[in-house]
């Protein structure tokens, strides 16, 4: 089964997924994390896609396409939850397109409704450990007064696209797309939505299940 997980920026795709992969081992592919790999090695295209990613814009769609078509191929279990791809209906397009090849499809998107004013706060909250990289909620954590995350010493540290000025950017970039993704995915009778806003990640996820159920 191939799942995407839909929303704008800071709907939760990136902890839902972990949850599906501790509990269904589903491979939790995060087009973020790809692009950021390769800001990572510091070659002329990881500049390139650091200058989007800091101004708050979308990665050119076939930059993105093939980091994550290289990705998909390399992956043999193809139970794959898809986090933050596709963000256009050309990658959707992309994606239906390399997946035929393997006869696999998507059997589902999950789409992630969430108010924005509360999608502000809980990216403003968002807090990365310097030494393990785990990410930590203001919000939601109750860390300790000096900010340091629960395993290490490590100071945490805002992502730079996570400031508020780029986090407003992002949502209104990601706005209008993300409901053409939906009604993309609901025109195939593939779309299930969830009202995250004032819902406790657990209960969301327990209607995330119920879907899976009826899917499976
Ligand atoms: P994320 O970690 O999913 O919030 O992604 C961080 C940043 O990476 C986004 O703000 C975009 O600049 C870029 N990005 C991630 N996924 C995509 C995508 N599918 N298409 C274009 N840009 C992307």
New binding site residues.
Partial sequence: MNIILLGL??AG??SFAKKLNDDYGMFHL???????KVVGKNTSLGKE?NN??N???????D??VNL?KKKIKQISNKNIIF??????IK?AEELDKILKQFAEKIDLCIYLKVAVEELIKRISGRRICKIDGSIHNLEFDSPSADEECSENSGNLYIRE?DKPEVVKK?IE??KKKTKLLANYYENKGILESIKTTDKSIDDSYEEMKNILVKYS
């Fill in positions: 920026p800071g795709k990136g995060s087009s973020g994390e790809i692009l950021k896609i989007y990613i101004k708050g814009e979308l990665v050119p769609d930059i993105t994550m986090d933050g791809f596709p963000r256009s990658q696209d992002r970039n990601s």
